[in-house]
């Protein structure tokens, strides 16, 4: 059983976080930030090329921070694979080591840095958790048997925040249904609106809250305006707008909102996803003022 699924089985407060795999070989930032975090998230996320913007294969970092005693869970998007990739990748994730994967359909290919590309989506993420699951059970998708099965902890993710909650809830548990044990969310703000949404998704299933700190009023805006499912209230924004233009002051702010946040859903969720966007050296502190 890896890290990640102990700690989700257990009673204690689960905090993973997610690094972006480098456009190019040196990964010697990613190594500095995974190993200064360690010691306070349970498990990394690795990228499939975020926001469609080409970088390096995540089962090949998920292998190589193992070898640094740093547990990886790797993101399998059906954006770029077709059936055949997708389960391929999770065997050979498998046999080096990796046991965390997380589902995802990844972001359209024309808003990345290769915008000509073609978004395969063969699959969509149900049908990827069901080849997944089925590759646990010792046969792939089409039911063909394996030579010797992997024993992976999938993942699969939600938007407590979606335009449609019925819809979302209606696909939160056909995930659950194809094999996924625990889901990370889109970024939460609103504490009420993710109580509803539970409330209603009537899950036992792990689910780790979404955390993105606030840079700034431009980022709150921008994420209101384009990013489907985050509604960053008029008073949170107001709360970094009153910190001004002095770094630290933004960031102090900025950690005590997210720490306040964490505080008001721990009742509610089996821990959180941190995505910290380039602050990952302020994620220590957000812990500690929330779970403290």
Known sequence: MSRLAQALSMSEFVVT?????????????????AEALNQVVTAFNLTESHTAKMSMDPVAVGHLLLDRGVEPIVQMTSRDKNRIAIQASILGAAALGISNIVIMGGDPPQNGDHPDAKGVFD??????????????????YMGNPLKGAPAMNIGAVVNPGASDPSAEI???????EAGASFFQSQAV????????FLNKA????????????????RMARFMNDKVPGIDIPETLIAEIEAAGDDPERLAETSIDIAARIIRQIRPLVKGVHIMAIGWEDKIPAIIQRALD
Do not use: W
């Open 123 to 140: 699959l969509y993420s149900p049908q990827v958790l069901d080849a997944a699951s089925a590759l646990n059970g010792g046969a792939d």
């Open 17 to 33: 976080s997610e690094l972006i795999p480098p456009k190019g070989v040196d990964l010697e930032p990613l190594f500095e930030k």
């Open 170 to 176: 209606e696909n939160l548990h056909r995930k659950i």
């Open 189 to 196: 703000y609103d504490v009420d609106a993710l109580a509803s």
């Open 202 to 217: 009537d899950t036992d299933v792990a689910i780790l809250a979404g955390i993105i700190p606030i840079k700034s009023v």
